[in-house]
């Protein structure tokens, strides 16, 4: 996802700590929490829904050649 490994982890934690104060801190990585929790479920959301608009997409189009083979096989003289 953002590819951050340890080190660079304790550096922005440290940063955190100095620019929030530990008072703060935990309210502050709550509410990360809360948000990023929050973001993740409406990307999944958006994933479900581009996935039901494709599998709609697709039974629609195979539906579609199904009625056009049917005609054409209809339409044919018989021999």
Request: proline fraction near 5%; avoid cysteine; charged fraction near 30%.
């Amino acid at each position: 996802m953002l590819d951050i490994a340890w080190p660079e982890l304790i550096v922005i934690g440290a940063v955190a700590l100095v620019a929030i104060g530990p008072k703060d801190l935990p309210k502050v990585m709550h509410a990360l929490g809360r948000w990023t929790g929050k973001a993740r479920r409406m990307v999944q959301e958006v994933k479900g829904n581009l996935d039901q608009l494709n599998y709609e997409t697709e039974v629609a189009e195979r539906l579609r050649r199904e009625e056009a083979a049917k005609k054409a096989e209809e339409s044919k003289p018989n021999g």
